[in-house]
């Protein structure tokens, strides 16, 4: 069985810059994570999916930061204009009950 | 608010030793527990995931326990190989359903293990 699936697993770009990351779940799972880890510390929830409704993104940071999952399934989180602060490790993970499943994540660094 | 902490932040230890790995957190009103390995540049495995009704589970060489009303739980790793070398973070979750903050984890920072061969 496939894991939660992000792209891309890299991106540099500079400061004001747009950037979008992509996240494909385990198939069936319903609940969708985007969490942010900065460096040397554990992921904070940035926005949580059930099915397509945004049902946590009380810390959302939503003057630069959108997310959507039009269909259920597939999440793409944007940033815009992106800030020296915002380089950190971007994780997805997914969940139909209790345990989440996390991917690989992708590691943003904003010059 | 939920805060979660891991002590140590870092360990190193000789090939073959046993370790425990320690997690507290502030509010005991915990659905579930779970413990994650990290690896350099990778994202999150679960390894253990203990409900809150539940004591402690078990797989392989790990163990993880958890005293809901102390808010503290340990993970036990026997035997310790390199390949167990990594980040482990622990994350609580503090109560089922679809309120807004119900499926929320709040993670501690974790703690690197070294195991030296």
């Known amino acids: 069985e496939a894991g939660v699936v992000q792209s891309p697993r890299y991106k540099i770009i500079e400061k004001k810059q747009p950037v979008a990351f992509w996240c494909n779940p385990i198939?069936?799972?319903?609940?969708l994570y985007w969490y942010r880890q900065n460096l040397g510390q554990g992921p904070e929830l940035l926005i949580r999916?059930?099915?397509?409704?945004?049902?946590?993104d009380s810390q959302l940071p939503k003057d630069r930061f959108s997310a959507e999952r039009l269909k259920g399934v597939d999440s793409t989180l944007k940033i815009q204009p992106a800030e020296l602060g915002d380089s950190a490790v971007y994780l997805c993970?997914?969940?139909?009950?209790?345990?989440?499943?996390f991917g690989p994540g992708t590691r943003l660094t904003v010059l | 608010k939920q805060e979660v902490t891991q002590i140590p932040a870092a360990l190193s230890v000789p090939e073959g030793e046993n370790l425990v790995l320690n997690c507290s957190f502030t509010?005991?009103?915990?659905?579930?527990l779970q413990w994650f390995r990290q690896d350099p540049g990778k994202g999150l495995t679960s390894l253990l995931l203990?409900?809150?009704?539940?004591r402690e589970q078990t797989s392989g060489r790990l163990n993880a326990s958890l005293d809901k009303s102390s808010g503290r739980s340990t993970l036990y790793i026997a035997a310790s190989q390199p390949g167990d070398s990594a980040t482990y973070l622990c994350?609580?979750?503090?109560?089922?359903?679809?309120?807004?903050?119900?499926?929320?984890?709040?993670f501690g920072e974790g703690t690197q293990l070294t195991v030296n061969p």
């Open positions: 993970a997914s969940s139909l009950g209790s345990e989440q499943f």
């Open positions: 198939s069936g799972h319903n609940t």
């Open positions: 999916y059930e099915n397509e409704e945004a049902v946590d």
């Open positions: 509010d005991s009103a915990i659905y579930n």
């Open positions: 203990i409900q809150s009704s539940q």
């Open positions: 994350a609580v979750r503090q109560r089922e359903g679809l309120e807004t903050s119900g499926s929320r984890l709040t």
